[in-house]
């Protein structure tokens, strides 16, 4: 079984499920919208809980919506009590104070379940928090507490060191959900967002501990790297180890979508033992290493995927990384990038897609050195 860490009276397993990338019924996961594939999904949430995962976790907008309603028809055949339901407030879908009722009331709805275990404000960044603060976002989740519709409230993070302490000193949290793995420790700063955070006793949630997949599938040169340290272990189970070596997080979510990457990160989490200083040593020299190859920190969320133009962005940038990495020749990533329907070719630089990248990426300008790289 899966290792547990603390909460309050309770336990939570160290892994949790991330419903943002469930298995589909097409391959071109973020061209058309596709469906869950509900079968394959339940058995994933199957094989979770039989091995100890008790912490599920979906949104409003993942899975173009679609990612609630599964996750609560998933989880219904099981006890209420044995697994805990996170879902999140995205506040910049909210014109006004009132549509926050709206929309909560529509995630209990898809769901099918009469209240969450962790409730987080979405993706606060400094004009998400501010937006929050103006419409009384979390006097509204209190309310929801006291009515027994939330369990714990807490925020997910994508905002500056500074927007956090202003977060964190604002109200009390129960928790936080950070973005936390050995390549953005520095690159992101998700150091000194864990110290504030573990400094102010609040309990910490783990999301894109692979950088969307991005640390399972290294250059070779790194996994060569890590297969000499431990040719036991795979490659993801470096970012996992890393981020379950500290002691304030609680549980770490993974957008796993198949029963092997499943399996993997329930035997890193099973009996887990922290890293000593040369594994962190081995994980500082990767991060080092893809720091080199030039490549776009884009995690496949798909928060920019509201674009006027229909622009595949992360389908553009990963065709680019790909071949930053040597994962492909270019002669391979041209391929690639050509057979996406809507490409760079087709953007209008109209920014909106960069307001809502948690990575902050300056994606216009992005796009324009992806467009000049394949096209000349």
């Not at 979906?58 to 339901?85: C, N, W």
């Not at 040597?326 to 909106?352: F, Q, R």
């Amino acid at each position: 079984m899966v290792d547990k860490r603390k909460f309050k009276d309770t336990e939570v397993s160290l892994l949790g499920l991330g419903a943002m990338r469930l298995p589909c019924k097409t391959s071109l996961k973020r061209e058309n919208n596709p469906l869950i594939d509900y079968k394959k999904g339940q058995e994933l949430v199957d094989l979770a809980y039989k091995n100890g995962v008790n912490y599920f976790d979906t949104a409003y907008m993942y899975h173009v919506g679609k990612s609630e309603k599964f996750i609560g028809t998933a989880l219904k055949k099981y006890p209420r009590d044995s697994y805990f339901l996170a879902d999140k407030l995205p506040i910049w879908m909210c014109p006004k104070a009132s549509d926050m009722e709206k929309i909560f009331k529509k995630q209990l709805d898809r769901t099918g379940h009469d209240y969450f275990d962790f409730y987080l404000l979405h993706s606060l960044i400094k004009e998400n928090f501010e937006k929050c603060e103006k419409f009384g976002a979390y006097d509204f989740l209190c309310e929801k507490k006291k009515q027994g519709k939330i369990k714990n409230i807490g925020f997910s993070f994508h905002g500056t060191i500074d927007d956090l302490k202003n977060i964190v000193s604002a109200h009390h949290w129960d928790f936080a959900q950070i973005q936390m793995n050995y390549l953005d420790w520095k690159n992101q700063d998700a150091k000194t967002q864990y110290e504030i955070l573990t400094d102010a006793s609040i309990p910490v949630v783990v999301m894109e501990p692979v950088r969307g997949g991005k640390l399972a599938e290294v250059p070779k040169d790194i996994e060569a790297m890590f297969k000499k340290a431990a040719p036991e272990k795979s490659v993801a189970s470096w970012a996992i180890g890393f981020v379950a070596s500290h002691s304030n997080v609680i549980t770490i979510l993974s957008g796993m979508n198949s029963a092997e990457q499943m399996n993997d990160n329930l035997n890193t989490l099973t009996d887990f033992q922290p890293f000593t200083a040369r594994e962190y040593k081995i994980c500082e020299n990767a991060a080092a290493m893809l720091n080199k190859n030039d490549v776009i920190p884009c995690t496949g969320c798909d928060y920019c995927g509201d674009c006027p133009k229909s622009v595949k962005i992360s389908s553009i940038f990963n065709a680019y990384n790909k071949v930053k990495t040597g994962e492909l020749t270019k002669a391979e990533g041209s391929v690639l990038y050509n057979k996406i329907d809507v490409n760079a070719a087709d953007c209008i630089y109209c920014g909106k897609c960069s307001n809502h990248c948690p990575q902050a990426i300056e994606i216009p300008e992005k796009i324009r050195e992806v467009n000049s790289f394949f096209q000349g």
